[in-house]
């Protein structure tokens, strides 16, 4: 079945970017969106954006001016970068696939911390 | 501040039914199909209860889900103790142009 696994460094320092990948294998990212959303400890989720297949996006209006998302297809990977980053950055960053524009996510990758700190 | 309202939290002993409220406005489940998730601890969500009332296979037909207007609800019926997670609910928002999460519901089993 498909599956998801986010990639990236545990820990990133203020003001710098942080970067993820996500890998999506057992099938194809053609057609498909990815999504990142977040988690910090102990509170909800946050959508961070969306990436088609094609390359257009949808972010979240509250990060859109840090948000960059791309995608590789013949990796089939997908990216996310973060910039400026501070303290409430700090979350679980999980990606999660859906199908049609309003379609449900499914599935999740098993999700990544990562932690801001100097 | 959540634009999806959820109850913070909700119990029930085993056997029991529980309902979760999910409140939204037009642009978002006036205008669009309502997703739930279902987090158990340290977890991923999974998906519960997809377009208002849809249950993935697999997902117990205890789980429904239902939606009037600008408002959701999850339903679980026969509660058992492995129901103790978070639940969220989300929608599509037409003016954030973007998806949409509740603040989530953590459901306790007395």
């Known amino acids: 079945q498909v599956q998801l696994q986010e990639s990236g460094p545990g820990l990133v320092k203020p003001s710098e970017t942080l970067s993820l990948t996500c890998t999506v294998s057992?099938?194809?990212?053609?057609?498909?969106?990815c999504n990142w959303i977040r988690q910090p400890a102990g509170k909800g989720l946050e959508w961070i954006g969306r990436?088609?297949?094609?390359?257009?996006?949808n972010y979240n209006p509250s990060l859109k001016s840090r948000v960059t998302m791309s995608v590789d297809t013949s990796k089939n990977q997908f990216s996310l970068n973060l910039s400026s980053v501070t303290a409430a950055d700090t979350a679980i960053y999980y990606c999660?696939?859906?199908?049609?524009?309003?379609?449900?996510?499914?599935?999740w990758g098993q999700g990544t911390l990562v932690s801001v700190s100097s | 501040q959540s634009v999806l309202t959820q109850p913070p939290s909700a119990s029930g002993t085993p056997g029991q039914r529980v309902t979760i409220s999910c409140s939204g406005s037009s642009s978002n489940i006036g205008s669009n199909t309502v997703n739930w998730y279902q987090q158990l601890p340290g977890t991923a969500p999974k998906v519960l209860i997809y377009?208002?009332?849809q249950r993935p296979s697999g997902v117990p037909d205890r789980f429904s889900g239902s939606k009037s207007g600008t408002s959701a609800s999850l339903a679980i019926s026969g509660l058992q103790s492995e129901d103790e997670a978070d639940y969220y609910c989300?929608?599509?928002?037409?003016?954030?142009?973007?998806?949409?999460f509740g603040g989530g519901t953590k459901l306790t089993v007395l």
């Open positions: 057992g099938g194809s990212i053609t057609s498909y969106y």
């Open positions: 989300t929608a599509w928002d037409d003016s954030l142009n973007g998806w949409v």
């Open positions: 377009s208002n009332n």
């Open positions: 990436i088609y297949s094609s390359g257009s996006t």
């Open positions: 999660a696939r859906n199908s049609g524009y309003y379609g449900h996510f499914d599935p």
